[in-house]
């Protein structure tokens, strides 16, 4: 009997989506993590990177400096990342306006179109196909870059061809678009706060504690469903063990107690944010798999 459309769009869907490491328990979540760990210690990123990074940023720099004027989304906050982690993962720069629209219409399933699974699973059968020539040539012929561990994780049976395709296109939209608005937010913060911006031209060594606040200000992953992975109580009301939640960052909005944008030391020091640590800061699961068995991507909004 012949599928139908809708039962092959959620297969593929859930192949290419729910392979993603964030989307993953132990000891699953575990074993895939120890293929591209390697790559993600803070000094082999600095060490790989910062001479990449800062000619790229010279080079986008040098495209607009004619002009006298800059869109720092289209000329800067989106091509950096992107040129970055195509590097990172050894994807032809070249290719890098169909990887920021192909993973851009990925992430369809989160909007509320009507036809935003459509979308998505159109966009994941090219990266599939895209993904897996790559795959192939690295298995032939390693070299240095992401592509190639994760290659070579399919090769030790660590992992299988659908999670090395899932996961190469967890971290390539994972490794741009948090990137991209974290600079674009920030810019945006920046001009809204100019005595800020005049603190941090006038003492450079501030960038680290001014990323660090704009992730907390207006954090790039405004939010992440997540399930409980035990009872918490929270404001006078109990989060039991399984239910689905939805942690939502745009506190600023909602809170009269949100602490003002600033880049002075002492206030950076008493506010935690989630912009990067959601898991280990609210006690919550990836689990898709212990608590609910497999999970329809998009399909399971709490
Ligand atoms: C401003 C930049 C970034 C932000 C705000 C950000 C934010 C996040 C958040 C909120 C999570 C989920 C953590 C949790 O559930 O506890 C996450 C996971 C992850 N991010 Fe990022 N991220 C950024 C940049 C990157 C980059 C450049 C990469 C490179 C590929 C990357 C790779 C990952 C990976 C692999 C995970 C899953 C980690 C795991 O499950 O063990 N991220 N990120």
Wanted: with cysteine; proline share 6%; aromatic share 6%.
């Amino acid at each position: 009997m012949k599928m139908s459309i809708e039962k092959r769009r959620c297969r593929v869907n859930k192949t290419y989506l729910n392979h993603w490491l964030v989307r993953r328990d132990p000891p699953n979540h575990t074993r895939m993590r120890k293929v591209p760990h390697l790559q993600f210690s803070p000094k082999h990123i600095e060490q790989r990177f910062r001479s990449t990074v800062q000619d790229i940023i010279k080079y986008l720099i040098q495209q607009v400096e004619d002009k006298g004027r800059m869109d720092v989304v289209n000329d800067f906050a989106a091509p950096l990342p992107i040129l970055v982690i195509a590097e990172w993962l050894g994807f032809p720069k070249n290719d890098r306006e169909f990887l920021r629209r192909t993973s851009r219409s990925v992430l369809a399933i989160e909007e509320a179109a009507a036809d935003r699974n459509e979308k998505t699973t159109k966009a994941l059968l090219i990266f599939k196909e895209y993904i897996n020539q790559f795959v192939e040539e690295r298995l032939a012929h390693p070299g240095e870059d992401l592509l190639s561990l994760m290659a070579e994780g399919e090769k030790q049976g660590v992992l299988s061809r659908d999670e090395v395709v899932g996961n190469t296109l967890f971290l390539l939209i994972a490794g741009h678009q948090t990137t991209i608005n974290l600079i674009a937010n920030g810019t945006l913060a920046l001009t809204r706060h100019p005595e800020q911006w005049e603190l941090l031209k006038s003492n450079p060594s501030l960038i680290v504690t001014a990323t660090e606040e704009l992730l907390r200000y207006d954090s790039p992953v405004k939010r992440a469903p997540r399930i409980m992975a035990e009872d918490i109580e929270m404001r006078r009301k109990t989060l039991r063990k399984s239910e689905r939640v939805l942690i939502i960052q745009a506190i600023k909005a909602i809170t009269q107690t949100f602490p003002p944008f600033s880049l002075e030391a002492e206030k950076l020091e008493y506010e935690p944010h989630l912009g990067l640590r959601i898991l280990k800061a609210l006690r919550v699961s990836w689990n898709y798999e212990g608590v609910h068995g497999e999970r329809d991507p998009g399909m399971g909004r709490p």
